[in-house]
């Protein structure tokens, strides 16, 4: 027997890494004369974490709302592990992609445990009569919720604060507990929508330890960031959407290279502007060389000055 010691350690029941999860083909979406998303095609693979990146507005919040079911989109087709996806979002859910929110969707008067407990509904059987007569099946199932929601809760650091309201958390637990309750759905896919959006850099890193565990997981990550080094560090390509239409899509390097993406999105060099004293050099030198070129110039004019003073 031989065993293929290159294969990651994934969860059980977690497709084979390298296997297409997510396959969004044309996908447009016209609001009106407006086209928000315009023919892109994106896949994302099991055991990947992809990133999706692009300037305000161009498109990267509609084009999850159509991969959820929240919008249909005008033109295209998203396929999820090989059937195309129902146009509802709890059906979506249900077939197994879970998203958050870039304005955090909480219920900010239940408890954190509460939330949690909200996103597993799609994944238990008991129904409304089970519900109103709570014979036993319901108890065992909800023990069971509660055990798996307080196991999430740990995952993702929240546990000691499972009886808080949800709108007592800072913010940046919010995020966390908003993550925690997409992961009760049991999904295959994440979609992360600004994770770290209003997040210091210490809530920053952990949320991509967060991320990299949710990976290990056999969860496939799509994720929207504005903050290039999370996203650089993170993930294993990054597609790039300017005005609706994906630019390009390639390795971290590859697309921090890119002269195009520089142009329309990264401009600045990346966090604390690495290049700036390079570009300073660049400078001091361009100047002393002007300056050197000037008086040579002058020697020039002199010399032939002096010479035609010889003469
Ligand atoms: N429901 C809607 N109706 C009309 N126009 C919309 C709707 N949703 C989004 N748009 C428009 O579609 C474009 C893309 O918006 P979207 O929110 O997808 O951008 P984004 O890339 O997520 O931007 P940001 O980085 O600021 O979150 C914008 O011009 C926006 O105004
Ligand atoms: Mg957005």
Not at 295 to 300: E, G, I, K, S, Y
Request: overall charge negative.
């Amino acid at each position: 027997m031989t065993t293929d010691t290159t294969t990651k350690d994934t969860a059980p029941g977690a497709p084979a890494p390298g296997t297409t999860v997510l396959d969004a083909r044309g996908v447009t979406m016209r609001f009106g004369g407006l086209t928000a998303v315009n023919g892109v095609d994106l896949t994302v693979n099991s055991g990947e974490i992809v990133g999706l990146i692009g300037p305000n507005g161009a498109g990267k919040t509609t084009f999850f709302n159509c991969l959820t079911g929240l919008y249909i989109p005008t033109e295209g087709e998203v396929r999820f592990k090989g059937k195309v996806l129902p146009a509802k979002s709890f059906k979506v859910t249900a077939a197994g992609i879970a998203r958050t929110f870039q304005n955090i969707r909480l219920f900010a008067n239940m408890t954190v445990l509460e939330n949690v407990l909200v996103g597993r509904h799609t994944r238990t059987k008991e129904g409304f009569w089970s519900a109103v007569l709570r014979g036993p099946g319901f108890h065992k199932a909800e023990a069971h919720s509660r055990e798996r929601a307080m196991e999430l809760l740990e995952f993702v650091g929240l546990a000691a604060k499972a009886d808080h309201l949800a709108r007592n958390l800072p913010y940046g637990e919010q995020r966390k507990l908003e993550i925690a309750r997409a992961l009760a759905s049991e999904p295959g896919l994440l979609l992360l929508d600004e994770p770290t959006a209003g997040m210091n850099p210490q809530e920053t890193r952990a949320t991509e330890e967060l991320v990299f565990a949710i990976r290990d997981k056999g969860i496939a990550v799509l994720v929207i960031e504005h903050d290039m080094r999370f996203i650089f560090n993170l993930c294993d390509r990054v597609a790039v959407l300017v005005q609706g239409e994906k630019l390009i899509e390639g390795d971290s390097a590859t697309v921090q290279g890119d002269e195009r993406v520089v142009a329309a999105y990264l401009g600045e060099p990346l966090e604390n502007d690495p290049g700036a004293a390079e570009a300073a050099e660049v400078e001091a030198a361009e100047a002393a060389q002007a300056s050197e070129t000037a008086r040579a110039d002058d020697t020039t004019t002199d010399t032939a000055a002096g010479k035609e003073n010889d003469r």
